[in-house]
């Protein structure tokens, strides 16, 4: 007896680029395959007759534990791009220090305006910039009234220029995901757990499905990433793919 026991691995391979993306630690991967059929019926009793055969679709869901941006872009039908950017910083408090007189906070990344800071103090007053506070690189310095050393300071956001290894995706809504080729394989074993066969199926032509939703929650645990392919049919042939049993040498 043989059995296949063990999760996929998969590769994604982009037919134009040449762009590849693999992974070794899918949580689930799951090959369907499914034919259309119109039924024949006649005669006394409606008896069956034949079978016609329509259709036969392949699809593949895979689900990720680790998170991979590439993956996302294919999705997307997009590249990933590298290089500087904008970024916008998150909500924080800041304690107000006394510098020789000067009421200061410094900000963790340097503001790219005095424009973009919104700044509120603990009572939730709008700081007005240049009236209420300046800006020296990540240096802010409040002059207005009331809000003193040690008091906190809400820095609700301000945009910063971002490194030049800052990877980013365009969404756009007139792109969508491209055909990538798709291989697949796990390994056949035997009754007492000895390695038989790898089994590879292999597709030249898939396309990543466009819909996925990523899921957060306050309780800290890894998201899953899912990501589903339809196997498409080559212009030059009617074989949409091949299953490879390769034998594991003892």
Do not use: C
Not at 177 to 203: C, H, M, R
Request: hydrophobic content about 40%; glycine content about 6%; aromatic content about 6%.
């Amino acid at each position: 007896m043989a059995f296949v026991a063990d999760v996929f691995d998969a590769i994604l391979i982009d037919v134009d680029t040449g762009d590849t993306i693999a992974t070794t630690t899918l949580q689930s991967g799951n090959l369907e395959v499914s034919v259309s059929e119109n039924e024949i019926r006649g005669g006394k009793g409606n008896a069956l007759l034949g079978l016609l055969h329509v259709s036969r679709d392949i699809n593949v869901s895979l689900t990720d534990a680790e998170f991979k941006f590439e993956w996302m872009a294919k999705q997307l039908g997009q590249t990933v791009i590298t290089g500087a950017g904008t970024a916008y910083a998150m909500p924080e408090w800041y304690t107000v220090m006394d510098n020789a007189g000067a009421k200061e906070i410094t900000l963790k990344e340097e503001p790219t305006s005095i424009d973009s800071v919104v700044l509120f103090d603990k009572n939730g007053v709008k700081l007005t910039k240049t009236t209420d506070f300046t800006l020296d690189e990540k240096v802010i310095t409040i002059t207005k009234t009331g809000v003193n050393a040690s008091d906190k300071v809400e820095v609700r956001t301000f945009t910063y220029a971002t490194a030049a290894t800052t990877q980013t995706i365009n969404i756009d809504s007139s792109v969508f995901a491209k055909g990538v080729k798709l291989i697949l394989e796990t390994i056949e074993i035997s009754g007492d757990e000895k390695p038989l066969n790898k089994i590879q199926y292999q597709f030249p032509s898939a396309v990543p499905a466009g819909n996925f939703s990523i899921q957060t929650s306050s309780e800290r645990s890894a998201q899953a990433q899912q990501f589903d392919l339809k196997i498409l049919k080559p212009s030059d042939s009617t074989i949409v793919g091949q299953i490879v049993r390769i034998p594991i040498a003892a």
